[in-house]
């Protein structure tokens, strides 16, 4: 197993890398340290590595424009209805980026560079990226510490662990943002099945907020308990789905394991997820169109499946709520076979 470190341009007067694992199978994960993005996942092919996510052309794209590919963002992913938390007496007002709502924590820590330290192991190599986000960063309170770390190992599990303290009591509910598409470049998400293991979803609204609590699964469009192409959801005529062109919804983990499996049977290859997070908000890259920086990317291109406390219906925002003295944590791991 292996680590490269390879720079390749400046941002606000730091300095941007790429990051490579690399395990004894000839996979590697590529970080950068813009937005702690996972920028590649490559396995390897009878003539070379292929890519099976979402990635720009250039690793210097990625601070081009926001696009939130593979980065880690927060201080809370998904919308906060109006933009507002009010906390005992203290109301407290985010940016609204989305509508009415605030979207993705606003101008965010996925655009912000990372400091890092790398290190190789008996069993895996792994990334260490920290960020310190001060203190009324968009409206939020306290001063937080993150710390995201990447790991792969020869049974080729790639791992993401998040970790944070923050002094003040305030939001937060990252995720990670990778787009997986594992027939590889240039492929659609049509023909992969998805299966998780939740009973339920939550229905959203035009605005794609929750319109009420958690609702049963079995039988709906929304039933992944079985294997099921992407293609007949995403296609499909039920108005939630056309209105957003696609899938952005969250589903309610059981608790069984693995959370997902996305299969491919074109190519026989499987991703397997497993998180202690309480959902999964599934998006197929329904606004891609090809244009600006994403132009290589379009439409349905991938699949995102973001581990996350669910977005909340009404006001009350308490899973999201991260005390002094206590450490958030979550983690989530992709095993590949191929």
């Known amino acids: 197993m292996d680590i490269e470190v390879k720079k390749y341009g400046q941002k606000d007067a730091q300095d941007l ?28 092919t009878q003539n070379n590595l292929e890519n099976i996510i979402m990635s720009l052309p250039h690793p210097s794209d990625y601070s081009k424009e ?14 906060i209805k109006n933009g507002v938390w009010t906390h005992g007496n203290i109301i407290n007002h985010f940016p609204k980026n989305d509508g009415e709502n605030s979207l993705h924590g606003g101008e965010s820590i996925d655009e912000r560079v990372w400091a890092f330290q790398p290190m190789i192991e008996k069993d895996k190599v792994r990334i260490t990226l920290t960020i310190f986000d001060p203190d009324g960063t968009n409206g939020y309170p306290g001063n937080l ?4 770390t990447y790991s792969l190992d020869n ?19 990252p995720t990670n943002h990778t787009y997986f598409r594992l027939d590889g470049p240039d492929s659609k998400i049509d023909d992969l099945e998805l299966k998780l293991n939740a009973d339920y979803y939550v229905p959203v609204d035009d605005n794609t907020m929750p ?40 589903f309610i983990l059981n608790g069984r394991s693995p959370a997902a499996i996305l299969l491919s049977p074109t190519k026989h290859r499987r991703m397997i997820m497993t998180t202690d997070a309480q959902s999964l908000v599934i998006f197929t890259a329904n606004t891609f169109n090809h244009k600006g920086v994403s132009r290589n990317l379009g439409e ?28 958030f944590s979550r983690y989530m791991n992709w095993q590949f076979e191929y």
């Open 17 to 44: 890398y790429e990051i490579s694992l690399s395990n004894d199978n000839g996979m590697k994960a590529t970080i950068l340290n813009y937005g702690a993005t996972l920028e590649k996942v490559e396995i390897p």
């Open 66 to 79: 926001r696009n939130f590919l593979g980065g880690i963002v927060g201080r809370v992913a998904g919308r």
């Open 145 to 148: 510490l993150i710390h995201v």
């Open 155 to 173: 049974k080729n599990n790639l791992r993401c662990q998040i970790n944070a303290e923050c002094d003040q009591t305030t939001l937060f509910n």
């Open 211 to 250: 319109t009420c609590q958690m609702k049963p699964a079995a039988g709906t469009l929304w039933d992944f308990k079985k294997s099921r192409k992407l293609g007949e959801v995403i296609h499909s005529q039920e108005h939630e789905i056309t209105i957003r062109n696609g899938l952005d919804h969250p």
């Open 300 to 327: 349905h291109d991938g699949i995102t499946l973001e581990a996350q406390f669910s977005p909340q219906y009404g006001d009350d925002l308490t899973p999201f709520v991260l005390i002094p003295g206590h450490e």
